[in-house]
Each structure stands twice: as C-alpha cells, then as structure tokens.
C-alpha cells in the first residue's frame, strides 16, 4: 500500500512538472517534455504493477462524485442518511408487529384465557431454557463470545 501512494504522490508531481513545461512550450523545451512523457509513462507503470497487490473496492458513485469535483465525504453522509432513515422504518415496522401481537395476545385471551394461560407458561419455560443455555455458553445474546478474564 505505501508502495502505491509513494506512486501516486510520485505521478502527481511528475503531472505538475508536465504541467509547466506544457504552458510554457516552446521548441528548444521539447526535449525535456518528451523525457517527462516518459517518466511520467514509466512512473504510471510502476503504479500499476504496485497497486496489483491493493485490493481496495471503491464505490462507482464515490468516483463519480470526485468526477463531478464533489467531495467524498458528502457521499458518505448522503450514505449515512440512508441507512438512518431505512434503520427508522425498519424500527417503525418492528414496533407496529409488536403492537399487533399484542393486541392479538389481548384479543386472544378474552376469546381463550384457559389456553393463552398455557401458551404463556410455555413461553416462559422455554425462555428460561435458553436463557440458562446462554448463560453456560461462552456466546452472548447478540452473537459475540464471551472474554474470560484471567485474574
């Protein structure tokens, strides 16, 4: 990777060089812009060769914002937005099914008490089941495992 950006810094300022010969042509200058043509062509290729080994996958959009002279950062903003706003509609879906469920639980119980009883008590048993396995497990709740300390 340090390869890469030595490369890149290397091409910039062999570009800038190119640059000031180019505005300032003249034919006596010739010869020194060919021999920056060519180191310009040379660095290039070094960049290439050095830049097989990165494996850094840019996003087409963030490239077409630094095309458009945009700034990148502004890219991951509008990114961020996105995933808050679809995070919150997701958040909204999820309380609206725990809203349904339980209203559904209150509709069913006055319609079935005997039998929302027993569901219940089953739930629960089964909930303390799998807390108890959580708890002798090194996973937590949310996937991770567990760090032992050593004392």
Known sequence: MEDT???????????????C??????????????????????ELEVMHKAAENCH????????????????????????????VQRNQVSRGKVDAFKALRKHLLEEAEDAFPDEIEA??????????????QLQSSDVLSNGNLKVKSEH
Do not use: K, W
């Not at 010969?21 to 040379?42: I, Y």
């Open 56 to 83: 850094i996958q840019i996003p087409l959009e963030v490239v077409s914002f630094i095309d458009e002279g945009r700034n990148p950062d502004e890219y991951t903003r509008n990114l961020l937005n996105s995933c």
């Open 5 to 19: 950006l030595a490369s890149v810094q290397r091409s910039l300022v062999l570009l800038h060089q190119l640059h």
């Open 119 to 132: 569901y219940r008590g089953i739930r629960n048993q089964s909930s303390a089941e799998a807390r108890r």
């Open 21 to 42: 010969s180019v505005s300032s042509f003249t034919m006596p200058s010739q010869l020194l812009l060919l021999e920056r043509l060519n180191g310009l062509a040379s």
